[in-house]
């Protein structure tokens, strides 16, 4: 098992020079190829009416959105070219023998986020940016698009490019089904890591196997992984998680999405949210 096929979301905002860079790094990790991916909302076309009733033709409206839509296409594929470019990335249809990464970019018009999760079904790894406060781009709705319809592990990356991804992997276990098939998904990383620690903050545990029980069942994978337990306090469970990788100098975050329903976390809030609001490194989620 690994992670020879990213899709990447490329769209206009300003993380997407770190949602590139870690594509990378892991197509630098697994020899993957990068397909990258322009997906735009599903938005309905809304025929406005100008001052004093004046009428503005539909035709005229549709014809201009597409056209924005057209040339936001263009530039979003000039700038991923120029990425792969610039850091010495192939194209697909140039790749030499022995080349260890490649890149290519789905021409398709796409309009809909679901699309990522059902284009995303024949890939082993979906990249998308963490949405930001304040921000309509990156999308909440691309995120979760690709999380629940595509059955395949996401990678969300921070506000800022990393210098690395993968050394030091944490794995906030709290007990969960959803945390367990993220264990799974991720063994390519967790296999090529050279520290694997099993984070469980005890107040964010739900019935289940032990954080112990779990480095146990990978050490017979011929992972050598460890244990860390802590107390959330006063913190929410998901700072306790996001300090605690600080403090262990991790690169990537292993985490169950949602083991708790998004309504709840949306009314009272969860490790999940609090992650997807406040990540400032790669975390690979599943659901």
């Known amino acids: 098992m690994t992670m020879r096929g990213i899709l990447v979301h490329v769209d206009e905002h300003q993380a997407l020079p770190s949602v590139l860079t870690c594509a990378l790094l892991v197509a630098r ?10 997906a735009r909302p599903g938005a309905p076309r809304i025929i406005p009416v100008a001052p004093e009733g004046a009428f503005i033709p539909a035709s005229e409206i549709v014809e201009d959105l597409e056209r924005a839509d057209r040339d936001l296409d263009r530039q979003l594929r000039e700038r991923y070219d120029a990425f792969m470019r610039e850091h010495g990335v192939p194209a697909v249809g140039s790749v030499l023998p022995g080349a260890e990464v490649a890149a290519a970019w789905r021409d398709e018009t796409v309009t809909g986020y679901e699309a990522l999760g ?56 709290n007990g969960s089904t959803e945390t367990a098939r993220t264990i799974a998904v991720a063994m390519p990383f967790l296999a090529a890591a050279e520290t694997v620690v099993v984070l469980s903050v005890e107040d964010g545990m739900v019935p289940g196997p032990s954080g112990s029980e779990i480095a146990q069942g990978l050490v017979r994978n011929g992972i050598a992984a460890r244990t860390q337990q802590v107390r959330a306090g006063e913190r929410a469970v998901g700072a306790a998680i996001l300090e605690q990788c600080a403090a262990l ?39």
């Open 29 to 38: 990790r697994f020899d993957s190829q990068i397909d990258g991916l322009h």
């Open 118 to 173: 059902s284009l995303g079904r024949a890939y082993d790894l979906i990249a998308v940016a963490r949405p930001l406060h304040g921000a309509a781009v990156p999308s909440m709705s691309a995120l979760e698009a690709a999380l629940f319809e595509s059955g395949r592990p996401i990678l969300i990356a921070p506000p800022v490019p990393p210098d690395k991804l993968g050394d030091v992997v944490v794995i906030a276990w």
């Open 249 to 287: 100098g991790a690169d990537l975050l292993l985490k169950g999405a949602y083991t708790h329903s998004r309504l709840r976390q949306m009314i009272f809030g969860g490790a999940t949210s609090h992650i997807l609001g406040a990540a400032e490194l790669p975390v690979i989620m599943a659901h």
